[in-house]
């Protein structure tokens, strides 16, 4: 079942004396959203990710976390620093960091993520080949996973984590490395999947998430300066061209007759 994800007074400092990341971040998503978390670099994006998924304390332990933080019927106070909460999926930037190298096919690593959860050897099989061929791997999946493009780790790195199941899912610039085909297949990935998981993605584009999330929140220096649905978004969007690269879509829009409006998929 999807979560419900709350985050109550976040206050967060990567040292007990420096500068705060965050102050007061206070958010609720709905269960089964696509919650896009937008905003320039710098802004806080994937520090959020990594307090979500428990692994900010052993990433930088020197880090300070006070507030509140609920996942479902979990919920966590004070944050703990070596917590990786369970049926959370992180999907990080870089693909290399992690694909574990331990190895020697694509199929057999991503059947490794089934594996530290003692999945049963039938159905890992069944999960790594519904997943390849999800994700269009299937012609790699007897492949070295540190042997292809970059793209193409992207996606297994992604596999890895979606052969999973997580009921939280949190994508970390996902499209970054992906081509248009494969930014679309992924958008059908995470469109199926929302019935039964809580997506949070981040991105320093509006690309990707537009046509995509259901939910939009835009950080600038780790403030909250919006948070909304699509319509609030794109009703907002122009007002935000200092921190979000709109260009395209102000393009697109100067195209279309003054009474249509259109989401950029």
Partial sequence: MAPRITIDNLAYRYFAAGNPVFVGLSLEIPPGTCCAVLGPT?????????????????????SVAEGIIQIGENQYEPIPKAT???GVGLLLQDPDVQISGIRDTVAAEVEFTLEQLSISATDRQRRVRDILADLGLSPLSQRHPLGVSGGERQRIALASVLVASPSLLLLDEPANALDSRSQHLLKGILRSRKETTTIILTDYSIDFALGLADMFVVLAAGRLVFQGTS????KALVSMQDLLPIEY????????????VRIPL
């Fill in 42 to 62: 710098g802004a806080g994006k994937t520090t959020l990710l990594e307090i979500l998924s428990g692994i900010a304390g052993s990433q930088c332990k020197t």
């Fill in 84 to 86: 990786l909460f369970p």
């Fill in 231 to 234: 319509t609030d978004f794109f």
């Fill in 249 to 260: 879509w102000k393009l697109l829009q100067s195209r279309l007759p003054k009474t249509r």
